[in-house]
T-cell receptor, first 114, second 111 residues
Framework: SQKIEQNSEALNIQEGKTATLTCNYT??????LQWYRQDPGRGPVFLLL?????KEKRKERLKVTFDTTLKQSLFHITASQPADSATYLC?????????????FGSGTQLTVLP | DVKVTQSSRYLVKRTGEKVFLECVQD?????MFWYRQDPGLGLRLIYF???????EKGDIPEGYSVSREKKERFSLILESASTNQTSMYLC??????????FGSGTRLTVV
């Protein structure tokens, strides 16, 4: 089964800096990878999907890269703000051809300090 | 945007009780999922459904069952609640865009 590792449980950065979160996976190469944001006591919120043939994807201050050779995705938040503080989860399809089940990493808790 | 509604935010039940957690989505999506989330263990898939009356086991189905009689509603049932089922339960659905829409979650405490 797919195993996902997110770089660290917690990351603290200063406001205005770029936050970089890492997601590594093992086994098969997924057709796509997703990133979610989760605030305490709430359900995760979908942010971005990147497909295996896309090297990079952007949405406002967010940028995601997908390196299928390294089996790694990087998630960047530029010009970070305290409101970006949350837990960020990466997720991959459970296996090739599955009915869209996702397996999730355990998340990285980001704190942006003012 | 799709909306996923879970019937309760907080629930306290006694050991041995039968517990129903309800989830409703408003976009006619085929795929619906139940996860539980525990500190240090992340999100784990309990059951999912890809159509009415269709259901598949996830990674941790033991002690749970599900029901999908209508497309918009996916229910999780704890047949006989136990303390190790104390957790945050999250329902999700997905349509054509592949991203999941989650409900706000139900924090269940079994005493």
């Amino acid at each position: 089964s797919q195993k996902i590792e997110q770089n660290s449980e917690a990351l603290n950065i200063q406001e205005g800096k770029t936050a970089t979160l890492t997601c590594n996976y093992t086994n098969y190469s997924p057709a796509y990878l997703q990133w979610y944001r989760q605030d305490p006591g709430r359900g995760p919120v979908f942010l971005l999907l990147i497909r295996e043939n896309e090297k990079e994807k952007r949405k406002e201050r967010l940028k995601v890269t997908f390196d299928t050779t390294l089996k790694q995705s990087l998630f960047h938040i530029t010009a970070s703000q305290p409101a970006d503080s949350a837990t960020y989860l990466c997720a991959l399809p459970l296996s090739s051809g599955s009915a869209r089940q996702l397996t999730f990493g355990s998340g990285t808790q980001l704190t942006v300090l003012p | 945007d799709v909306k996923v509604t879970q019937s309760s935010r907080y629930l306290v039940k006694r050991t041995g009780e039968k517990v129903f957690l309800e989830c409703v989505q408003d976009m006619d999506h085929e795929n619906m999922f139940w996860y539980r989330q525990d500190p240090g263990l992340g999100l784990r898939l309990i059951y999912f459904s890809y159509d009415v009356k269709m259901k598949e086991k996830g990674d941790i189905p033991e002690g749970y069952s599900v029901s999908r009689e209508k497309k918009e509603r996916f229910s999780l049932i704890l047949e006989s609640a136990s303390t190790n089922q104390t957790s945050m339960y999250l329902c999700a659905c997905t349509g054509d865009h592949y991203g999941y829409t989650f409900g706000s979650g139900t924090r269940l405490t079994v005493v």
